[in-house]
């Protein structure tokens, strides 16, 4: 990048820093508190809903929880990610892990 570009770019970052307002926020509008209410995330709904039990009797036994043997150096508490193999592996504080 030559050196022109850059002290360019910093000109125009700086300039459009003093010409926005101060409370104006570019991804939520600028609405008098800086904040387009309609661009934020909803409130927590007030209303509990069910969750229906897992039938496990559908999910294929590979994909089970189960406790397997660990070796590996990871610290108790890492999250593994085996994308290929589909498992998400938690490693437990006995040196083994859940699947």
């Known amino acids: 990048m030559r050196r022109r570009m850059l002290l360019a770019g910093l000109s125009l970052f700086a300039l459009q820093r003093v010409i926005a ?5 570019s991804l939520y509008g600028d609405e008098a508190d800086g904040r387009d209410p309609s661009l934020l995330p909803p409130p927590e709904s ?3 809903f069910d969750i ?3 039938d496990f009797s559908k999910i294929p036994e590979k994909f089970l929880r189960q ?3 660990w070796d590996d150096i990871e610290e108790p508490g890492t999250v593994i990610v085996d994308a290929q193999q589909r498992h998400l592996y938690l490693v437990l504080e006995s040196g083994t892990y859940a699947l």
Do not use: F
Request: glycine letters at 8%; hydrophobic letters at 30%; aromatic letters at 0%.
């Open 46 to 48: 007030p209303v509990d």
């Open 67 to 69: 406790t397997v043997p």
């Open 52 to 54: 229906p039990p897992t």
């Open 21 to 25: 307002p101060a409370g104006a926020d």
